[in-house]
């Protein structure tokens, strides 16, 4: 029983992360079941954690791929993921950062001798 107990509440926060429900009320009426056997159930009552009722959350879930996205290993669960696309644009940028740092780094050693100092606008370097 305290599997399936569990395993609600595992489908009730994976529903809440994915914005489909704010309260065990809102997942009881996607669900299409009364939310205080829900919330009964949700707490363990063994009169509410039917295996009618883990069934219907189970096929609401699959239905909805919830299950896919709740990780196997404990450990995938730490850090932020990205997708691979946006991890090459990232990986994209800093490597075009880095050039535009070795550029001005250069052009920076170059000052003298393109014309000496830089005067402010509208001043005059002649005498």
């Known amino acids: 029983m305290d599997d399936n107990k569990e395993y609600l509440l595992r489908i009730y926060n994976l529903a809440a992360l994915r914005g489909l429900c704010r309260t065990k009320k809102e997942f009881a ?44 290993d404990p450990a995938q669960q730490r850090g932020v993921f990205i997708p691979e696309a946006t991890q090459a644009m990232f990986d994209n940028m800093a490597e075009t950062i880095r050039i535009q740092a070795q550029m001005l780094a250069s052009l920076q050693g170059a000052a003298p001798f393109l014309g000496g100092a830089f005067a402010p606008k509208n001043s005059r370097t002649e005498k």
């Open 29 to 72: 009426a996607l669900l299409g079941v009364n939310d205080k056997g829900l919330s009964a159930a949700m707490n363990g009552s063994e009169k509410h954690l039917t295996d009618s009722l883990v069934r219907k959350v189970k096929s609401w879930a699959a239905l909805h791929q919830l299950e896919e996205e709740a990780p196997k």
